[in-house]
């Protein structure tokens, strides 16, 4: 008999408990019937670089990098995808068979399929999109809509120096407003999008006013503990159009799931059940 290697991959980060991820992972395995598995792993930062080398020779095919890792893995990586140096972070490990390391960044990806999923009717070209946060995560998000051909950017962050930075490094399209400001961004988007752990449980409330919210506007929240924030129910109270942070982590995880496993899965209602369980 003829046994082949069980293909083991895992999101690793500091904490990690809290991810769900591995619910997720093990919804999809159990679905397509696939002999995989997918674990946590709480690693710490001097550990990370051992732990990635080690994991190949373990049976693993990739992994999934979160919170604090995502930029550290960038100079420990042998490849580097074009997406996710543009970014500057990477969330997707690919393990090759000669053991080298591939990272990508498919968060703008999730993102943008979350935005089209939970709001069919937005348009990235029909006006600005106001961008609260300037960290990785505001990274990826800002080259999706670039990507997407949002004529404009309006950017802003409590440390304005990062947010200036990520202007340096993805151009004129971008607009750096003072955080004290940020609350005049709404008036002129046509989508609001929260990259920051501000109202997440355990974190400070989002301090932002949200009086310039205007009917029809897209506004979309990253956090998704709580998966209806603050910040969606004041826009649903001014009839926008609110879309959960959930999506981006489920879609996100597709191309990683598709490259590991070998099958593309399809996020739908049960897949949400699976993650929220």
């Known amino acids: 008999m003829t046994e082949t290697k069980i293909p083991l991959a895992g999101v690793i980060g500091t904490p990690i408990a809290h991810s769900r991820s591995p619910r997720l992972f093990r919804h999809w395995l159990t ?11 709480d690693v710490a930062h001097e550990n990370l670089e051992a732990v990635l080398r080690t994991l190949p020779k373990m049976g693993f095919v990739g992994a999934n990098i979160t919170i604090p890792h995502k930029e550290t ?20 490990l690919i393990f090759r068979q000669d053991g ?36 990785g995560a505001a990274r990826a998000v800002v080259a999706a809509l670039l990507d997407a051909g949002a004529p404009e950017i309006l950017l802003s962050n409590r440390t304005r120096v990062r947010a200036e930075r990520l202007k340096d ?47 029809g ?19 649903q109270e001014a009839g926008c159009v609110p879309v959960d942070g959930l999506g981006m982590l489920l879609y996100q995880a597709v191309p990683g799931f598709e490259r590991w496993f070998g099958v593309r899965p399809v996020v739908d209602n049960a897949t949400r059940a699976a993650a929220l369980r």
């Open 217 to 235: 506007v897209v506004v979309t929240d990253l956090v998704y503990s709580p998966l209806k924030t603050n910040l969606l129910l004041a826009a």
């Open 100 to 135: 080298k390391i591939h990272a990508d960044n498919t968060d703008g990806y999730g993102f943008i399929e979350n935005l089209r999923n939970g709001a069919p009717d937005w348009d990235a070209k029909s006006g600005p999109a106001a961008v609260l946060g300037a960290g």
């Open 73 to 92: 893995v960038m100079g420990i990586a042998d490849q580097i995808s074009d997406r996710a140096t543009l970014i500057g972070a990477a969330n997707t």
């Open 169 to 215: 490094d993805f151009g004129t399209r971008i607009r750096v407003i003072d955080w004290v400001q940020a609350g005049n961004m709404l008036d002129e988007a046509a989508l609001v999008v929260n990259t920051t752990s501000l109202g997440m449980v355990g974190k400070p409330e989002l301090r932002v006013p949200l009086d310039g919210l205007r009917k």
């Open 31 to 41: 679905t397509h019937g696939i002999a995989g598995h997918y674990i946590p792993m």
